[in-house]
């Protein structure tokens, strides 16, 4: 199969700036995390991933762990890039990330400056690339102090492993910290990722803040928090879905919130959208999200998720409808 990138990959995608910095992320980004591993079908993803591209996505999200089996995600995606994409690398931000259980022994999780610049360089093989555009640390390291990891992410980024550093699931304490240091040692942080949706907005509600006065971006992944915002589960808890198999979206999450679903959904219809499109919307309408990180397993959803941006409006009677639906 040739390849030749579409001429109208930026007519319909909307950009929003990163922070305070240069950098401009699509209002819908692609995330590399359940569907691109070994025990998915590397045909669909490979269909997914140029898609994705010929519709503006440029930020494609990856990291160390992501599979099933950890690394896997890379070593797939490192194969599109180099049959595919090579041509056009200057025109997509590829991000990974190191925080989580990579390798057996000491070494090999967490935020040591040992594991994270070992990491990196072991998703730049596996990826084939001299560079990413965003590195992250995964998450916050207790144990090891944050001043340690962040002069690892800042050594990423002036040995030219990473154009930019960036933070992910780091609680707003810690956040601060972070960006304060890096700032100080002159990397200053591009982005933030935080678990937001509809239906889990506590993190979002404690952090915003904080990325305005920093000047830091605010990527949000699980936007369709684990597909409850979907029309998968207007009908109760379907066979083989992930709360069925307590497979990361829990059955009493669904339950304590399947009478919102419903309700959210009927404003969705009344909008001319899918509840799923109606929940990346309700995002990009508030500017302090910078970019909605959706993950996906067929071009049909990516491209159904993508129709979100033809309506990113709400009124002032949609907002407190929806508000109130969310909080009873």
Not at 5 to 29: N, Q, T
Not at 145 to 172: C, H, K, Q
Request: overall charge negative; glycine content about 8%.
């Amino acid at each position: 199969m040739t390849y030749k990138a579409s001429d109208a990959r930026y007519s319909e995608m909307k950009y929003r700036r990163s922070g305070k910095s240069g950098l401009l992320l699509p209002a819908i980004s692609l995330g590399l995390w359940q569907n691109f591993g070994e025990v998915n079908v590397f045909n669909d993803f490979e269909k997914i991933i140029l898609n994705a591209f010929d519709k503006g996505i440029t930020y494609l999200d990856l990291a160390n762990n992501y599979g099933p089996p950890p690394g896997s995600a890379e070593e797939n995606f490192g194969r599109i890039f180099a049959r595919y994409l090579k041509p056009y690398r200057d025109e997509l931000l590829i991000a990974s990330k190191a925080g989580y259980t990579m390798w057996d022994g000491p070494y090999g999780d967490w935020g040591s400056r040992k594991y994270m610049v070992a990491s990196c360089d072991q998703s730049l093989k596996r990826m084939g690339l001299d560079y990413v555009d965003i590195f992250y640390s995964h998450r916050y390291d207790p144990e090891t102090p944050i001043e340690e990891t962040m002069s690892a992410l800042d050594y990423i980024v002036r040995s030219g492993r990473a154009l930019y550093a960036a933070i992910s699931n780091y609680p707003p304490a810690q956040a601060y910290e972070a960006f304060r240091i890096l700032k100080e040692l002159g990397t200053p942080c591009i982005a933030h990722q935080i678990k937001y949706s509809m239906l889990v907005r506590d993190r979002g509600d404690s952090l915003f803040e904080l990325h305005r006065e920093c000047g830091v971006g605010c990527v949000s992944f699980s936007p369709l928090a684990q597909g409850l915002l979907s029309d998968k589960y207007l009908n109760g808890i379907p066979e083989n879905s992930r709360a069925s198999r307590n497979f990361i979206l829990k059955e009493n999450f669904v339950s304590d919130n399947i009478g919102k679903v419903g309700a959210l959904n009927e404003i969705a219809k009344q909008r001319g959208q899918t509840l799923a499109q109606m929940a990346i919307a309700w995002q990009l309408y508030d500017d302090r999200v910078t970019t909605v990180l959706v993950g996906v397993s067929s071009t049909k959803q990516l491209d159904d998720n993508i129709s979100a941006l033809a309506n990113t409006f709400f009124s002032a009677e949609e907002l407190e409808a929806i508000n109130k639906i969310i909080t009873e």
